[in-house]
């Protein structure tokens, strides 16, 4: 008589799957020591490329780390073992640095290019989990990458190790990013395209509105008036200013429902008495996904865009960013 097995529950596998590779990361981060020093160094001395290089499912999480690499400021290549040992190698010049991806450190195919790394003198980083191995053994540094166990229930499919692997892989190139003081104008030039390139592209004064189309008014008018311009411009604000047209302030949608729920009788009220101080601002030749980042902190929809003698040149709305695709 066949008996049913009781089938583990979905949800709970799916955690201790993800528990086990988290497991497995901070394993590696508690494991980082001067190792990984040494290879940020040998990265930055680099005057070539980083060739890196990993068979199967190695091979794939190379790929991956030289894409990050050459997208933050490291040029980078994946070169695959099998078909560098065919020809493929001829890519590889004296200036560039090997970065070998192999669990067992043994790989045949990686194993195959070590007299052309060392034939051109080239530097090799290994990452691998077993710093016994004839790679690690053959490599300038070891990063290690060994996990306790996979998430695999067979301790066969590369999971856990792949995702320890890829993790160091983001520290390399996150570390080289700010070691080369890696800016969002040079990321930019890699991500021209796509929500990225957008929110990189168009700068605040690309999008702001000005002139005659920006809501200001003086702050010595009574606050009824101010209405008229709030209205018109369409923003739900307007820009304060003094009669030097100094920014002094901002009255917004929130400040009129204020001031009219303090006092019904506002026909006596002036502007710089209901209006908000020390808005928040940009410069102009900012990035607009700085202003959405200080709109998305401070939970307001408008900055407002000033010179460097506190006048207002414009305001910058949330529909603009919207608009743009930046937001």
């Known amino acids: 008589m066949a008996v049913n097995k009781v089938k583990p529950d979905i949800i709970e596998r799916a955690r201790n799957v993800l528990d086990l590779e988290s497991r497995a990361i901070k394993a590696i ?3 980082l020591d001067e190792t990984f020093e040494n290879a940020i160094n040998i990265l930055l001395e680099c005057k070539g490329r980083v060739v890196v290089t990993g068979m199967g499912k190695s091979g794939l999480v190379g790929r991956k780390i030289s894409a990050t690499f050459s997208s933050t400021g490291t040029p980078s290549f994946f070169m695959h073992p099998a078909e560098g040992s065919h020809g493929d190698s001829g890519a590889v010049m004296k200036n560039d640095v090997v970065l070998a991806i192999s669990n067992s450190g043994e790989t045949q195919e990686l194993l195959y290019l070590l007299p052309l790394i060392k034939r051109l003198g080239l530097k090799m980083i290994a990452m691998t989990g077993h710093k016994e191995s004839t790679l690690a053994q053959k490599s300038n540094v070891t990063l290690n990458i060994a996990v306790d166990k996979e998430a ?4 066969l499919a590369p999971t856990a190790s792949t995702t320890a692997t890829m993790a160091l892989g983001d520290a390399l190139a996150i570390v080289l990013l700010e070691k080369r003081g890696f800016t969002p104008e040079d990321f930019l030039m890699f991500h021209p395209s796509g929500k990225l390139g957008k929110g990189l592209l168009w700068r605040v004064e690309d999008l702001m509105v000005s002139g005659n189309n920006m809501p200001v008014v003086k702050e010595n008018i009574t606050f009824h008036e101010s209405l008229y311009t ?3 411009k369409g923003l739900g604000m307007a820009v304060v200013v003094d009669q030097n047209s100094k920014m002094t302030g901002i009255i917004t949608d929130g400040d009129i429902r204020r001031a009219l729920n303090k006092s019904p009788d506002t026909s006596k009220t002036i502007v710089k008495d209901v209006m908000t101080r020390n808005p928040k601002t940009i410069e102009p030749s900012a990035l607009a996904a700085s202003a959405l980042q200080l709109m998305e902190q401070f939970s307001i ?7 460097e003698n506190n006048i207002p040149c414009g305001v910058l709305h949330i ?3 919207l608009r743009a695709g930046v937001a």
């Open 29 to 31: 981060r508690d494991s």
């Open 152 to 155: 695999c229930p067979l301790g």
């Open 319 to 321: 529909h603009h960013l």
């Open 301 to 307: 929809t408008s900055i407002v865009i000033i010179d």
């Open 230 to 232: 709030i209205s018109e």
